[in-house]
């Protein structure tokens, strides 16, 4: 079996860079109808393959809404499932013996109204969520890696932050 990230849309530069046009500008989004992607959702997934037959056995919708499609208004009163990322956030995935790990290479506001990207696992034989999402201080900006030190294991990946403090960092998790 062979996991991938894939993505759904069209693909278009905008005319002018996030300095020029400011927050929320989005690279690559491509066509829109009152704000919304031209492409219908879900905008990425993790795809799971059969190596011998080339058949999907899986695919599940990977990253959370944005607020810009979660919030607008051609929307208001649905009650939406997780439609994954539009645009360029492709990131690739963690694979153990029995999960797939992956961040969010986008972020969205939680209950609370913070900015949070979501660190998630799920089951590599089904594709089902795995309990317990990480929060994650930005958005994925590497692949997942693994190592082990001491006996215990670690998860580890790139993320970056915008504003005043923003940056890029190296975030590690370890494993019960």
């Given at each position: 079996m062979h996991r991938v990230r894939t993505k759904t849309g069209t693909v278009a530069a905008t005319p002018?860079?996030?300095r020029e046009c400011g927050p929320p500008a989005r690279?690559?989004?491509?066509?829109?109808?009152?704000?919304l992607p031209l492409i219908k959702p879900p905008y990425d997934r993790i795809t799971a393959y059969d190596m011998n037959s080339g058949k999907i056995l899986w695919q599940k919708t990977h990253s959370s809404t944005p607020d810009d499609i979660r919030d607008n208004p051609a929307l208001k009163g649905l009650n939406l499932p997780r439609l994954g990322q539009p645009g360029r956030t492709f990131i690739g995935a963690l694979t153990t013996k029995t999960l797939v790990i992956a961040g969010e290479g986008g972020v969205h506001s939680n209950a609370k109204g913070e900015q949070i990207a979501l660190l998630r696992a799920y089951d590599k034989a089904t594709g089902d969520d795995i309990p317990g999402d990480v929060k994650l201080p930005g958005k994925q900006t590497?692949?997942?890696?693994?190592y082990l030190y001491q006996g215990k294991q670690y998860?580890?990946?790139?993320v970056t932050t915008t504003?005043?403090?923003g940056g890029g960092e190296l975030i590690a998790?370890?494993?019960p």
């Amino acid at each position: 079996m062979h996991r991938v990230r894939t993505k759904t849309g069209t693909v278009a530069a905008t005319p002018c860079r996030l300095r020029e046009c400011g927050p929320p500008a989005r690279f690559f989004l491509g066509p829109t109808v009152q704000g919304l992607p031209l492409i219908k959702p879900p905008y990425d997934r993790i795809t799971a393959y059969d190596m011998n037959s080339g058949k999907i056995l899986w695919q599940k919708t990977h990253s959370s809404t944005p607020d810009d499609i979660r919030d607008n208004p051609a929307l208001k009163g649905l009650n939406l499932p997780r439609l994954g990322q539009p645009g360029r956030t492709f990131i690739g995935a963690l694979t153990t013996k029995t999960l797939v790990i992956a961040g969010e290479g986008g972020v969205h506001s939680n209950a609370k109204g913070e900015q949070i990207a979501l660190l998630r696992a799920y089951d590599k034989a089904t594709g089902d969520d795995i309990p317990g999402d990480v929060k994650l201080p930005g958005k994925q900006t590497g692949s997942p890696m693994t190592y082990l030190y001491q006996g215990k294991q670690y998860i580890v990946l790139a993320v970056t932050t915008t504003g005043d403090e923003g940056g890029g960092e190296l975030i590690a998790y370890s494993l019960p």
